[in-house]
């Protein structure tokens, strides 16, 4: 088992290493569906700013990872 995840892990910082700022579009991306859903609300998604909040913590693991690697 802790093989299968370091091998796991060793492929996707291999692969964000060379794709450095995918995390922080990708937050980027869902603050701004978060955004919409403002707009056009959708039930219980509007109320909770889900997609805010994964949204800001992808896009800051994102920047620190970026800086480690």
Do not use: C, Y
Request: aromatic share 14%; hydrophobic share 65%; charged share 5%.
């Amino acid at each position: 088992m802790l093989t299968w995840v370091s091998r796991l892990l060793d492929h996707l910082s291999e692969f964000l290493a060379h794709r450095k700022g995918l995390l922080p579009i990708l937050g980027i991306l869902l603050v701004l569906v978060n955004f919409v859903f403002q707009i056009f609300p959708v039930g219980w998604l509007s109320s909770s700013n889900l997609f805010l909040h994964l949204g800001i913590v992808l896009a800051i693991l994102g920047f620190m990872l970026a800086w480690a690697l």
